[in-house]
């Protein structure tokens, strides 16, 4: 099974904390930065974990800016 993809812009003074959440949670989601200054960061999501992550993104959005992105490549 392939990881799922999914972009989002972050508070870019929250970028580290976020990677630092979903390291945490040890296996469900790695992140990558795709622009610093922007905010834009991806991340993989494991197979059967993407109900873990909304809820884990869902819960932070109430302390930093999370926003969906829906890029065109």
């Given amino acids: 099974m392939k990881c799922i993809k999914k972009y989002y812009r972050v508070d870019s003074k929250e970028i580290y904390f976020l990677r630092f959440i979903f ?5 469900i989601a ?3 930065t795709i622009d610093s200054m922007v905010g834009i960061v ?12 909304e809820m884990i993104l869902l819960d ?3 302390q ?3 926003e969906p992105l829906t890029l065109v490549r």
């Avoid at 390291?23 to 296996?27: H, I, L, M, Q, S």
């Fill in 23 to 27: 390291e945490a949670y040890d296996g």
């Fill in 30 to 32: 790695m992140m990558t």
């Fill in 42 to 53: 991806l991340l993989y999501i494991a197979p059967g974990c993407e109900a873990d992550v």
């Fill in 60 to 62: 932070l959005k109430s």
């Fill in 64 to 66: 930093i800016m999370i």
